[in-house]
């Protein structure tokens, strides 16, 4: 009798932070979740296209939110192309003409190796809370799980995507589907997370679904294999030197 009015008196404390929570602390949370001091990460990228699917792996260093280094590991047509990012500059190595070649523009929204991300997508890694304003327009039930639905409209016109909408899961403070809109209102990308696990005390995206709502397909997932936050990377990782190595 006891735990269950433990439990239920917990429900009760998290229903109450739930109604009582503003936007702006939601928001905040969910960069917590994100976004470290650094990480290294090793994922993989499976394209469905119209007749084919193909899958890339790639490795991931991360520092702050300004630089940013990517090498592709297989299949073997990709494998060796690196991509740099510094501030709002990018840089992509190919193997094959031995060359690099800066990204810039409306160059950043073109398609990733024929996925339905980004250049713009792979580089964004600021807060949400410092780009956009929030609101919370709802609450619903999202893979059984409680969630706010959030509005956010950009602070500044050089966010990429001027709207979007959030379902932020209440307990973990993880987004576990996402709309990005054009300042038109117009649905551009779709995500949603179908895998999260628990790492060094935060919830992290495992396994998403990216889709380009402007172009045919099933869609662009990205599954984590293995990450490390806070990790030491050295300075040079992230200089051009490193594109060449």
């Known amino acids: 009798m006891k735990n269950i009015f433990c439990s239920l008196f917990i429900l009760l404390l998290q229903n109450l932070y739930a109604q009582n929570i503003s936007g ?12 470290s001091n650094s ?14 699917s193909r899958t890339l792996r790639l490795k991931t260093w991360i520092q702050g939110e300004d630089k940013s280094f990517s090498e592709y590991l297989s299949p073997p047509r990709e494998a060796g192309t690196k991509m740099l990012k510094l501030k709002n500059k990018l ?31 792979m580089m ?3 807060e949400l809370n410092t780009m956009y304003h929030v609101t919370i327009i709802d609450t619903t039930i ?17 966010v990429s995507y001027p709207q979007r909408k959030l379902w932020v899961d209440q307990t973990r403070f993880l987004v576990m589907q996402e709309e990005r809109f054009a300042k038109s209102g117009k649905l551009l990308k779709s995500i949603k997370v179908n895998d999260v696990w628990k790492i060094d005390n935060r919830w992290y995206p495992r396994k998403m679904v990216f ?13 984590l294999e293995e990450i490390e936050f806070n990790v030491e990377i ?3 990782k992230f200089t051009k030197a490193s594109l060449r190595k």
């Open 24 to 35: 702006k602390e939601i928001l905040q949370k969910v960069d917590q979740n994100m976004l």
């Open 39 to 52: 990480q290294i990460a090793v994922s993989s990228m499976t394209i469905h296209g119209r007749r084919t």
């Open 91 to 121: 840089w992509i190595y190919e193997p094959d003409s031995d060359r690099s070649i800066q990204i810039s523009g409306h160059m950043l929204r073109q398609s990733v190796m024929g996925s339905d991300l980004s250049y713009e997508d």
């Open 124 to 126: 964004e890694e600021d």
């Open 142 to 158: 999202l893979q059984k799980r409680s969630c706010w639905i959030l509005f956010l409209e950009a602070k500044d016109e050089t």
């Open 211 to 223: 889709k380009d709502e402007l172009k045919a397909g099933k869609g662009t997932v990205f599954e």
């Open 234 to 236: 050295p300075a040079i």
